[in-house]
């Protein structure tokens, strides 16, 4: 399998960003995907996350700044980003898994950079 972000780039404070991960090579009606953050810690940092039977979740530094969106057909998940403040810079990676396969599939990330 396979995930890979896209999106990413250099955004003044309060702007927005649409981040998308477009994923093949497995069953995308069963893994959710979730986004997260590189950061400053050894695990990157929970973002968001859409699981197959329509739940979302978010941590508590986006939530209501961030929506997450799942398209079935597309097999992608978006992540838009509004209000980006500096403290959002970042690596941000797509990540689809499920309980059979907890590690998941991991893409090489995409670069958010928020400043004056």
């Known amino acids: 399998g396979q995930v890979v972000e896209s999106g990413g780039g250099l955004v003044q404070p309060g702007g927005s960003l649409r981040l998308s991960c477009t994923t093949s090579g497995f069953n995308f009606s069963e893994h959710s995907v979730g986004w997260y953050r590189k950061g400053s810690a050894k695990e990157r940092t929970f973002v968001a996350m859409s699981s197959p039977n329509g739940n979302l979740q978010y941590s508590a530094s986006v939530k209501g700044r961030f929506t997450i969106s799942r398209h079935n057909i597309k097999r992608t998940v978006d992540l838009q980003m509004n209000n980006l403040q500096p403290d959002d810079t970042d690596i941000y990676y797509c990540?689809?898994?499920?309980?059979?396969?907890?590690?998941?599939?991991w893409g090489r990330g995409t670069q958010v950079t928020v400043s004056s």
């Open positions: 990540n689809a898994a499920n309980e059979h396969n907890p590690w998941g599939f």
